[in-house]
């Protein structure tokens, strides 16, 4: 964070703390620094009371994972304390609203935490899901609040031409109708631009008139992370239609920090800022879009290397996920970070 000063998340993540601690701490409170500690009254819910969630990929325990530990672990902020989740305030707050996360399976992660959490603790209230395409919905009806998810691995276009798949890295026509028609909206991308080969979903970039077979895919994010902060900038009504970009959600694949087998956070306090480059590359974007809210979870994510599937994901032992999040999981406390974003505003 050290060297990322937009003052506009900066004077939010002060107001929310302010707000929360009723004074306390007030101008000091960076609610993504502190620690985790063991709390044994977490997970905040049973995945048994959740039935819609997705468990192949995300319930560990109802895949096997053995150890309980990672399961109790809530964010302490350093300055300040976070607000207690509480559903039916949010969905009264919220009330004949729209919410879409738009983005990649990480997205897919924080939104199924999001309506187990509701879900869990409102479990009489009756909810409509379904799913058309890409895109998820989750109402619940008696509040008219929906909980939208739009997968969109790389916000920009790609259009099917002669050629093949054409990624527009200049263009969000496709997806800004349905964006502009949300009431909130968090983004996510960055996981798919590392794919190759049969993994990826394009076969050529555009950019002007020029097309080519590949790029830098640290450049190609950039060049479309800039599409979309363009796209934030022209909104007519940035009150009516607010953005909240998800920070990159790390992973710990790679030896010799990898999750196979990791039981504990790694030590904090959480890094000051981040080493991960694409991190730093949607940091220095939206420090030029207009109105938008980092969720700025990098750092306190990079900690979890115990908070992953691992094995018991939807690889298995075989192929083992250290890039999504057990649910219950790390994704509830970025959903307690949202809301306490959200409950200021
Ligand atoms: C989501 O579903 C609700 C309830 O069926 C509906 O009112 C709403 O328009 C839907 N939202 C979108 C974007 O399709
Ligand atoms: C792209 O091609 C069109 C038509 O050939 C031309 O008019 C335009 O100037 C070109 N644009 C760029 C950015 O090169």
């Not at 890295?169 to 631009?193: A, C």
């Amino acid at each position: 964070m050290a060297s990322f000063s937009i003052s506009a998340i900066v004077v939010l993540t002060i107001l929310a703390a302010k707000e929360i601690e009723g004074g306390g701490g007030a101008g000091t409170c960076n609610i993504y620094e502190g620690n985790w500690i063991y709390d044994p009254s977490y997970p905040l819910y049973n995945p048994a009371d959740c039935p819609f969630l997705e468990s192949r990929e995300f319930d560990c325990q109802k895949n096997g994972r053995p150890d309980k530990n990672y399961l109790h672990y809530r964010w302490q902020p350093t300055g300040c304390n976070l607000p207690r989740f509480d559903a039916h305030d949010f969905l009264q707050r919220f009330r004949g609203k729209q919410l879409m996360f738009v983005g990649d399976s990480l997205s897919l992660n924080q939104w199924q935490s999001l309506t187990c959490m509701i879900h869990t603790s409102l479990p009489q209230a009756p909810y409509i899901s379904n799913k058309i395409g890409g895109l998820s919905n989750f109402t619940f009806p008696d509040y008219k609040v929906s909980f939208l998810f739009s997968r969109n691995a790389y916000l920009v276009d790609i259009r099917s031409e002669i050629i093949g798949r054409v990624m527009y890295i200049e263009s969000v026509e496709y997806s800004r109708g349905l964006w502009e028609g949300m009431d909130f909206l968090i983004f996510d991308s960055w996981h798919w631009w590392t794919h190759t080969g049969s993994d990826q979903l394009w076969d050529f970039i555009r950019e002007g008139n020029a097309t080519y077979k590949d790029m830098n895919r640290l450049v190609a994010y950039e060049k479309a992370i800039n599409t979309w902060a363009k796209w934030a900038n022209s909104r007519a009504d940035p009150a009516k239609n607010r953005l909240i970009f998800q920070g990159v959600s790390p992973d710990h694949a790679s030896p010799p920090k990898t999750c196979v087998g990791a039981e504990a956070p790694l030590p904090g306090p959480s890094p000051k800022g981040t080493n991960h480059p694409a991190e730093a590359v949607l940091e220095k974007v939206l420090s030029g879009a207009k109105e938008v809210y980092l969720l700025d979870i990098t750092g306190l994510s990079e900690l979890r290397i115990d908070a992953h599937p691992s094995a018991y994901g939807f690889g298995g032992s075989k192929f083992p996920d250290c890039s999504h999040w057990c649910l219950p999981g790390l994704p509830d406390v970025w959903n307690q970070l949202l809301y306490t974003y959200l409950f200021q505003i």
